[in-house]
């Protein structure tokens, strides 16, 4: 069971606050620590793709083995500071994957 300290929950949507390659940022961290110092009793992240390769957008962050945690438990223990919860919701673009993004993450350079 999940206990809130309240009703208010802000839902998914995308933040926009990766970089390019779908790594989280502190500037990610710091906006759901910001909803939950205005009582926000549930923060719902943006869509974080589960492959880097199907990412529907660049700003689209990527929850997989390269994924800063230490970012992911700032983030965490930001928003429990202030009694709050955090979900990441997870997504994957498959076929509607933005083909830019898709052969960015794919991209070998032969300087």
């Not at 839902?11 to 710091?30: C, K, M, Y």
Request: aromatic share 4%; with cysteine.
């Amino acid at each position: 069971m999940l206990t809130l300290k309240n009703r208010i929950v802000r839902s998914a949507t995308n933040e926009h606050l990766s970089e390019t390659d779908g790594q989280v940022t502190r500037a990610w961290a710091d906006a759901l620590i910001e909803l939950a110092a205005h009582e926000v009793g549930l923060v719902i992240s943006g869509h974080f793709c589960v492959d880097a390769s199907q990412r529907a957008d660049e700003g689209q962050p990527v929850l997989d083995e390269k994924t800063d945690r230490e970012i992911l438990r700032y983030a965490a223990d930001g928003v429990h500071q202030y009694g709050s919860k955090v979900l990441i919701q997870l997504s994957h673009s498959g076929i509607k994957a933005v083909s830019y993004t898709h052969l960015r993450a794919h991209e070998t350079r032969h300087d």
